[in-house]
């Protein structure tokens, strides 16, 4: 990795990262499922979408907005998620928003398929220019932990 560099041009404000990463931890602050129209096209798992409000601390310090989307059978635990966050807050210390989309599946025992995508040109303030992939993970005692490993210029 290359170390963190502080553009003459730019102020002290403003630094520019390259292949770093970031590390948090998030709670839901809220889930609210939303009414989902019956669909036409039947199939084995029922489809549901939710919006999402959670708080971040840690390197990845703020808050997002989530439009949550599954399907899943909460008897066996599978299914799998899509999620669009908006962010708005900090990384490591440059403050800002964007957004990232995630998604994983769950056969109720694992968890595969898993991604996480910065989305390229949403940053702002501080964080635009910000793009990268990263990571989210539940702890076995519920800790919800999420990283970032992102370029910032």
Request: glycine share 12%; net charge negative.
């Amino acid at each position: 990795m290359e170390a963190l560099e502080i553009p003459t041009e730019m102020s002290a404000e403003r630094t520019t990262v390259r292949d770093m990463r970031a590390i948090g931890t998030f709670d839901v602050a809220e889930f609210t499922a939303v009414p989902v129209p019956s669909p036409e096209v039947k199939t084995g798992l029922p489809v549901g979408f939710a919006t999402m409000r959670k708080t971040f601390t840690g390197e990845i310090d703020g808050r997002s907005e989530t439009l949550f989307t599954a399907a899943f059978d909460p008897t066996t635990g599978t299914g799998t998620y899509v999620a669009m966050e908006s962010f708005e807050g900090s990384v490591a210390g440059n403050a800002g928003t964007f957004n990232f989309v995630h998604s994983a599946t769950t056969t109720g025992q694992d968890r595969q398929a898993e991604f996480l995508t910065i989305v390229p040109t949403s940053g702002t303030g501080g964080l635009t220019g910000i793009r990268g992939t990263g990571g989210l993970t539940v702890d076995e005692d519920g800790t919800h932990s999420i990283w970032f490993d992102y370029d910032l210029s």
